[in-house]
């Protein structure tokens, strides 16, 4: 299970990057000055939306009885 709950993490944190940047693109931010926003208040309020999701993502029975 701690595979399947890191590699779901994993995913939910990228796609909120990917999400982040596409939104500056479009802002019309030129790509050679991108930020991301990398502070302790962001990534810890991210943190547990990725969380959650790993929990629904894992939250069947047939993935705990592997």
Known sequence: IQRLL????KRSAH???VA????LL???TPSN???L???LP????RSIGWTFTAFQK???VKIVKK
């Open 6 to 9: 890191k590699h779901s993490i």
């Open 58 to 60: 894992l939250n069947d």
């Open 15 to 17: 796609v909120d990057v």
């Open 42 to 45: 962001v990534l810890r309020d």
């Open 37 to 39: 926003d990398t502070r």
């Open 20 to 23: 982040e940047t596409v939104g």
């Open 33 to 35: 000055q991108l930020r």
């Open 26 to 28: 479009e802002d019309g």
